[in-house]
């Protein structure tokens, strides 16, 4: 009996021409994804249940958003970075809509081994900084059609879904008042005018380590916002002072100006972004709400009462 995630995929290599191809299922959250043969790897863009991802998505053309990111890799490709390349569908485009409208796209497979964060030194802590500079600047020419924003209005946004979610019972008074607090306090510093082309999910599952190098997958969040939010990413890939300093120093050797405040601003949009995306489905658990205390001590009441999140040594 095929599941109906069996029929989606299944169609989606039919578009490709990978229907002979075997494959199996790499994980699904933002996007369900799946290897095919060696070469490649099939995604089909729709988010897990319990992933909430409206507050980023409002609005937007969603096939005119995985052109753009696909539009990008060409870009930073032909930059000399190393980054998976698109695919085309049988009909010659890149993005394909499944019968029930879901997108879907393929990319090269890009060989290497996940970026395991206990494993990081201070030498690929240096490599990791410099990548996300010249990330930046391989990008910062690139014009996309349609792109997220990482913006005042995505504070907005996020705060009026914090909103309902308390009248939900999500949240309670006390807790929605800090999280409210916390976005004001970001989107009163963000600026339009301080952005580029942003990889926006530097988390370690988005982290290769590759013949050439480190090297950054999933570009599916991808858009237009302060390059800070990268390096906060990267900031959040360890708790070690002097592992934080060391991307900070190669994130500078590679061009990178470090905004200290803007750092701090991004650090809490970027645990806003995530505490958005999984509290509808996770309130109820203990370790989630450990988690939601800890993030609220160490970042969204400091940030709201203009106390710095990061110190000078990067520590926190």
Request: overall charge neutral.
């Amino acid at each position: 009996m095929i599941t109906a995630r069996e029929e989606l995929i299944l169609r989606a290599l039919e578009r490709y021409g990978l229907e002979r191809q075997p494959w199996r299922i790499l994980r699904h959250n933002e996007n369900l994804t799946v290897r095919v043969g060696d070469a490649y790897l099939l995604r089909i863009h729709r988010p897990a249940v319990g992933i909430h991802m409206e507050p980023l998505l409002s609005g937007s053309d969603l096939p005119a958003l995985r052109r753009t990111e696909l539009a990008l890799l060409r870009h930073l490709g032909n930059k000399g970075l190393t980054v998976q390349q698109p695919l085309a569908d049988r009909t010659g485009r890149d993005v394909t809509l499944l019968p029930d409208g879901t997108a879907a796209t393929v990319l090269t497979w890009l060989p290497g081994e996940p970026l395991e964060p206990e494993k990081l030194t201070e030498a690929l802590c240096l490599r990791l900084g410099a990548l996300t500079a010249e990330l930046h600047r391989a990008a910062a020419d690139f014009q996309g059609t349609e792109t997220l924003r990482y913006d005042p209005a995505l504070c907005r946004r996020l705060r009026a879904d914090f909103s309902r979610m308390y009248r939900a019972g999500c949240l309670d008074r006390a807790r929605l008042s800090q999280l409210e607090a916390a976005c004001d306090a970001v989107a009163e510093g963000l600026t339009g005018g301080e952005g580029t082309t942003i990889h926006a999910d530097l988390s370690p599952g988005n982290l290769l380590l590759t013949e050439r190098g480190p090297a950054a997958i999933d570009f599916s969040l991808s858009g237009w916002g302060h390059p800070m939010l990268d390096l906060a990413g990267l900031m959040g890939l360890t708790t070690k002072t002097e592992l934080r300093q060391a991307l900070a120093a190669g994130f500078t050797a590679g061009g990178g100006p470090i905004d200290r405040p803007m750092l701090d601003r991004c650090c809490c949009l970027r645990a806003l972004i995530n505490l958005a995306l999984y509290l509808e489905s996770r309130w109820r658990e203990p370790a989630f709400a450990e988690e939601l205390e800890e993030s609220c001590r160490r970042v969204f009441r400091p940030l709201a009462a203009g106390r710095e999140i990061f110190r000078e040594d990067l520590s926190i």
